[in-house]
């Protein structure tokens, strides 16, 4: 069998990899990650991705496993067992741990107004915004708001200017949930993980029902392992918007992690309705089968 190469530590490439093991399709590369089986890298153009030492190992149970005709949800809970076993004893390294998988970034365009008392719908250059209240220092909040969402376009070097942006927005009303959660968004998306949770838990306690708060807060949450509090949190995100598929699909993905398969089968018939081409459909059908 062809060596690895890593004895020293050092990363295999992308097409190494799948020359090694070519049962291991793309989708299951990318089912890996999700399940948090593999070092997160979606910064990283696939066939520029490298995996280390561990990687390899978790790549080669599964192809093994495939060969003998394992179907995949089968070695996925295995290899999730596994692992779970292994962050209960490594935990407090893992935390801090720079490849933790980001949460999906959920924007509020349609977040409602918390204020009473609202302004006829501005004209001219205000027009985009979309908090119109009656006072001036809301209307400010809410234009620096919308300035953070112009720049908050995934673009690593608009991120730091987006932040701002948000800031003075909070500076100026320090309850404008939209801003807290998508300033939140920009400290996950920059693995600084207590900021992001303190900004979510913030967003909640301010507007219980902020659905965006509720599913970002899980993903953290089960990025450290704490599946039972991100069980919690999906829960809350699926009652408050039962019409979004990521938060089926991820509240499947836990419930199956903690051993709870006949409750997950739902939310993965949930998500195969709600979003028939979505990334995951494949993972989706092979475990409703």
């Known amino acids: 069998m062809t060596s690895f190469s890593s004895s020293a530590g050092g990363p295999v490439g992308h097409r190494h990899v799948r020359s090694l093991y070519p049962g291991v399709t793309e989708n299951h590369l990318r089912y890996l990650e999700k399940w948090g089986l593999l070092r997160h890298q979606s910064h990283v153009p696939r066939e520029l991705r490298e995996y280390t030492f561990p990687d390899l190992q ?22 999730a067992a596994e692992r779970q076993g292994q ?16 949460a999906k ?68 009303d320090p309850d404008l949930v939209p801003a807290i959660v998508n300033l939140a968004n920009i400290h996950y998306a920059r693995d600084e993980l207590i900021e992001a949770q303190a900004l979510y838990e ?8 902020c659905f965006e708060a509720h599913f970002n807060l899980g993903n953290i949450l089960h990025d450290l392992g704490r599946f039972d509090r991100a069980l919690r949190c999906y829960r809350d995100a699926v009652t408050l918007n039962p019409s979004y598929p990521d938060a089926h699909f991820y509240l499947a993905v836990t419930l199956e992690k903690t051993g709870h398969s006949p409750e997950a089968k739902p939310h993965w018939k949930a998500y195969q309705e709600l979003a028939p081409d979505g990334e995951w459909i494949e993972l989706a059908r092979e475990f409703t089968e």
Not at 91 to 96: I, K, N, R, T
Not at 202 to 209: M, Y
């Open 105 to 172: 970034v959920v924007a509020l365009d349609q977040h409602r107004a918390r204020r009473q008392a609202l302004a006829p719908r501005p004209q001219g250059k205000d027009a985009s915004l979309q908090f119109p209240f009656a006072d001036p220092q809301s209307a400010l909040a809410a234009r620096y708001f919308v300035e953070g969402s112009r720049l908050d376009d995934g673009d690593e070097n608009h991120m730091e200017p987006a932040a701002a942006a948000y800031r003075k927005a909070l500076i100026v």
């Open 58 to 79: 978790t790549i080669k149970q599964l192809a093994a496993e495939l060969e003998r005709g394992t179907p995949l949800k089968t070695v996925l809970r295995s290899l």
């Open 87 to 102: 962050m209960q004893l490594d935990f407090h390294d893992a935390v801090g741990a720079s490849d933790v998988p980001l």
């Open 202 to 209: 913030r967003a909640i306690g301010l507007e219980p029902d």
